[in-house]
């Protein structure tokens, strides 16, 4: 079986968001749970606190004012960062640590440790942009990711994939002037951020945005999502792949629109996991993004646990 890493940290929970706020520390709390309870999988997976990310290496993606910034605000007790955005004393430690988790996996998936990843963190990244928060992200863990993979261990080649409802908007900013790596969002249309139209390719064609509507039969989402998939490795073959792992693409989540079950992001995870193994050594770093509804959350990290893992599905 591949060597897979559980990636967390326990600062991750120091962001205080309120318990009325979608994106609150019960998401981890029962990730955790769920990933203890499946005796089969937490005694397969490698299971590594994370560090946090310095200044220098956020510094890679967002301004220095923009972090300092963040960090100032959390010093001073906290406030809000934009109006979805909350940032508690605590959250300079927990966005600092969600992407420093995404950046051991990559150094994990990259040395050997773990060919593949996924990090329970959280604030979410994927709507943050170079110098402000965005919908409930502060640091862009994920795209900071990628551009680490270039910069730090000289890849020449990374995909970035994101089946989060929302459009990884702020992923797509921080990654589109660098042709090298390329990004895949499938997402809801029309819906939050507004962004992600077919047409937007980025400057250099290099950002596929798959905007879907809401309420679709399921298999639609898959299907979709593996085409687009294999469209970009039509003449792209990456060194490396970060996925974004909103699970607020199953049905009944509290904000989105998408119908997925379980069998799909098992299909999903097995797809990807399965391109990775033929384009890049098997090498993939999970991320947690979105999913709003903690206890189908969790479920839905077991199942895409333990397809990275190569264990078999239950039920």
Known sequence: MPRTALLSHSDCGRHDTGWGHPEHVGRLVAIMRA????????????HVEGRHATVDELALVHSRDYIES???????????????TV????????????????L?????????????SFAAIRPPGHHAVRDRAMGF????????????????????????????????????????????????????????PGTGAAADRGPHGSVLNVPMAAGLDPLQYVEAFERSFD???????????????????????AIGGFTLEMDHIDRLTRFVTARADD??????????????TPLRLAEAVVVHMRALAGLPAVG
């Not at 990374?158 to 089946?163: H, K, P, Q």
């Not at 384009?279 to 709003?292: I, N, P, Q, T, W």
Request: hydrophobic share 45%; glycine share 12%; proline share 2%.
């Open 137 to 192: 992200c502060i640091f862009g863990s994920v795209a900071l990711g990628a551009h680490y993979a270039r910069k730090v261990h000289g890849l020449e080649r990374v995909l970035v994939a994101d089946w989060d409802v929302h459009h990884g908007n702020g992923t797509q900013a921080l990654l589109q002037d660098d042709p090298s790596i390329r990004f895949l969002s499938m997402h809801q249309w029309p819906f939050y």
């Open 104 to 116: 051991d996996a990559v150094d994990m998936a990259l040395d050997g440790r773990a060919t593949r």
């Open 70 to 84: 963040v960090r100032e605000l959390c010093l001073a007790g906290g406030g809000r960062l934009d109006i979805d």
């Open 231 to 253: 469209t970009i490795l039509d003449d792209f073959h990456p060194e490396l792949i970060l996925l974004s792992a909103g699970f607020d693409c199953l049905a009944g989540d």
């Open 279 to 292: 384009v890049c050594g098997g090498r993939l770093v999970s991320a947690l993004e979105g999913g709003y």
């Open 35 to 46: 990933v203890r309870n499946d005796f089969e999988l937490f005694q397969q997976l490698e």
């Open 87 to 102: 940032a508690s004393e605590g959250s300079w430690d927990a966005a600092t640590a969600a992407a420093g988790c995404v």
